[in-house]
C-alpha cells in the first residue's frame, strides 16, 4: 500500500523487514515513550508497533503504516479496521520524530487516514490518549475528535489514566451519537 500525501510526504505499509528503521524510529522519540511508558523504549516496542494484534483481530485487518518525508522514515501509524465495533477503526499509536512534529505533517497524514478509511466504509476512528500526554490531546481534539469516556490502560506495568476519543467520519447526520460503550484493550 502507498498513500501520497504531497511532493514529500508518503504512506507505505511497513512489515518486519523494517523493523530496523523502525526501532531507529522509536529512539528518535524517547520523549513519548518516556512519558507514556515511564522508560526509553526497547526492541520489542518495534515489534509490536508492527505485529501486535488486539484479541480476536487477523493480520488482514492490521496497517503498520510508515510516514516518508522525502523518503525518509519519519513517523509510524498502527492502524487496526472494525476494532473495537465494525466500521469503527482503532489508531493504536500515530507517532512522528519529535523534529517532525507541530508542521502540520500530522494533519495532512491524518486526512489521508481518514480518505483510506472512508475508502473502506469506516465510519469512525478512535483513538486514546494518555492523560500525560496534553499536546497529543490537543493535537487530536484539534482535528475533531471528541472525548467519550476517561478509562484506565495498563501500558508495560504501570496503569494510566487515558481519554478515549472519537471521530464520527459521518458528516452527513451529524446527529449520529457517538460510542460511549467502548473500552480501549489494555494492551495488544
Not at 17 to 41: A, I, K, P, R, W
Not at 141 to 156: A, F, H, P, R
Request: aromatic residues 8%; charged residues 30%; contains cysteine.
Amino acid at each position: 500500500m502507498e498513500k501520497i500525501v504531497d511532493e514529500n510526504i508518503k504512506i507505505v505499509s511497513l512489515d518486519l523487514d523494517d523493523m530496523g528503521s523502525v526501532d531507529q524510529l522509536c529512539n528518535e522519540c524517547e520523549d513519548y515513550f518516556l512519558m507514556v511508558n515511564g522508560t526509553v523504549h526497547t526492541k520489542e516496542d518495534a515489534e509490536e508497533i508492527l505485529t501486535a494484534l488486539p484479541p480476536e483481530k487477523e493480520f488482514k485487518d492490521k496497517f503498520a503504516l510508515g510516514v516518508l518525508y522525502k523518503e525518509e522514515l519519519i513517523g509510524v501509524i498502527d492502524l487496526i479496521k472494525d476494532y473495537p465495533v465494525i466500521d469503527q477503526w482503532i489508531i493504536g499509536l500515530f507517532l512522528l520524530k519529535k523534529k517532525d512534529r507541530n508542521k502540520g505533517i500530522g494533519k495532512q497524514v491524518h486526512s489521508a487516514l481518514i480518505e483510506m478509511v472512508l475508502k473502506d466504509s469506516g465510519k469512525s476512528l478512535i483513538v486514546g490518549v494518555v492523560k500525560e500526554n496534553i499536546k497529543g490531546f490537543k493535537f487530536w481534539e484539534n482535528l475533531g475528535y471528541k472525548t467519550i469516556k476517561e478509562t484506565e490502560v495498563t501500558l508495560g506495568d504501570k496503569v494510566k489514566k487515558a481519554y478515549v476519543m472519537v471521530l464520527e467520519l459521518n458528516f452527513l447526520n451529524k446527529n449520529t451519537p457517538l460510542k460511549a460503550e467502548v473500552d480501549l484493550p489494555a494492551s495488544y
